[in-house]
T-cell receptor, first 116, second 114 residues
Framework: AQKITQTQPGMFVQEKEAVTLDCTYD???????LFWYKQPSSGEMIFLIY??????QNATEGRYSLNFQKARKSANLVISASQLGDSAMYFC?????????????FGKGTKLSVIP | AAGVIQSPRHLIKEKRETATLKCYPI?????VYWYQQGPGQDPQFLIS???????DKGSIPDRFSAQQFSDYHSELNMSSLELGDSALYFC?????????????FGPGTRLTVL
């Protein structure tokens, strides 16, 4: 069974500052993918960044980067130079390589509020 | 770039009625997924289809059924609706079925059961 834990229900960050959103995971699979999604108040689910379990380098996508520490089973999202539009719910998700396992398992999410 | 299309965007039904949600995946994507997100909750996986065959099943009630058609669009059919079915229903699609393939979500259908 897989589990994603996001321990920060809510976070505040000053505009233009960097912020780290925590995510730890638990799986017995050797191969898996980790994903971060953003959900604004309008409700859509927007893909941000992906990290594979065998990727040696941390993933980066523009202002988003993933601090992947495999031994600690953590995949923290770092947002640099926060903008007001970054205010949203952020979900960490995982998908394993297990046969017949197509689903994403999500954490409970972190609500990020960017302060002007 | 084309995104996942879901219709309708909003739906209001009475208890015990039926509802049909439609999903049009990103062109060339071969896998479709359905998720249910209750208020203040994280999305929960319902069911997925690869090349028109059911590929995985999650916590989908027996009152719900789904299928993927020859043009790859998918429909989620919900019968005997209950108040607890009120939620945001997402369809997602991917090109490929491995754990490295990103699932792109549609805007969701917000179902309200009165």
């Amino acid at each position: 069974a897989q589990k994603i834990t996001q321990t920060q229900p809510g976070m505040f960050v000053q505009e233009k500052e960097a912020v780290t959103l925590d995510c730890t995971y638990d799986t017995s699979d050797q191969s898996y993918g980790l994903f971060w999604y953003k959900q604004p108040s309008s409700g859509e689910m927007i893909f941000l960044i992906y990290q594979g379990s065998y990727d040696e380098q941390n993933a980066t996508e523009g202002r988003y980067s993933l601090n992947f520490q495999k031994a600690r089973k953590s995949a923290n999202l770092v947002i640099s130079a926060s903008q007001l539009g970054d205010s949203a719910m952020y979900f960490c998700a995982m998908r394993s390589s297990g046969a017949g396992s197509y689903q994403l398992t999500f954490g409970k999410g972190t609500k990020l509020s960017v302060i002007p | 770039a084309a995104g996942v299309i879901q219709s309708p965007r909003h739906l209001i039904k009475e208890k015990r009625e039926t509802a049909t949600l439609k999903c049009y995946p990103i062109p060339r994507h071969d896998t479709v997924y359905w998720y249910q997100q209750g208020p203040g909750q994280d999305p929960q996986f319902l069911i997925s289809f690869y090349e028109k065959m059911q590929s995985d099943k999650g916590s989908i009630p027996d009152r719900f059924s789904a299928q993927q058609f020859s043009d790859y669009h998918s429909e989620l059919n919900m019968s005997s609706l209950e108040l607890g079915d009120s939620a945001l229903y997402f369809c997602a699609s991917s090109f490929g079925t491995t754990h490295t393939d990103t699932q792109y979500f549609g805007p969701g259908t917000r179902l309200t059961v009165l």
